[in-house]
């Protein structure tokens, strides 16, 4: 007895409809984990207490775009290179002419003159007061303003801020204070908050369950 079996079909039709299943499970398999390095970045950076816009800097592109293909692609990256790398490596941070580092205290405006980061170039003495420097031996040296007076809220009582002290009150000499604005340091070493590339093999190591997850039974 002979036992026959015959099959039908378009091999060619078949190998096509399996390549874009293939094609369709690699791709959402990239653009999972591109996603999920991206967002993973991005709560590492909220977590350090670094602030959503900082962490928003963290980006993700697929390859190609708007297809599918075997070859997909996903990029993760920040558009703040510089800062990331600084927390991930602890970066030790020096003045650019090797004199002091000047770290605003909590009692310094937010903004300076022009609207730029707050610095002693660019501090608004017109406002607060002259910077005077304060040398402390085995201590930060300081800048600080004279014959400021302290700005209350009226109803809660907190404190609200400093300002620079009129002619008159600084000639009674009552409610006058000195206020420290900055802090001046050789060198200051960031502490370690970000470990990119320990999340980045992470997710890698996840990409081929994520592309089997998308491959129909």
Known sequence: MRLKAAFEGNLKEYMKAEFATAERAVTLGVRETTDGLKMSMRRQVTSAGLGQRMANTWRGDNYPKGQNSIRAAG??????????????????????????????TPNAPKRGVGGKRINPSNFPEHTYGRLR???????PSLLVVDNARASYNRKSGQLRGFRKASDRAVSKGSGLTTVVMFWLVPQVQLPRLITFNTEAKRWFDRLPQLILKNWPD
Request: proline content about 3%; cysteine-free; aromatic content about 16%.
């Open 133 to 139: 420097f304060v040398y402390r031996s085995g201590k």
């Open 75 to 104: 990029v993760v990256y920040t558009k703040a290179s510089r800062i990331m790398e600084g927390f991930e490596d602890a970066a030790v941070i020096r003045s650019k002419d090797g004199w002091w580092l000047a770290i605003p």
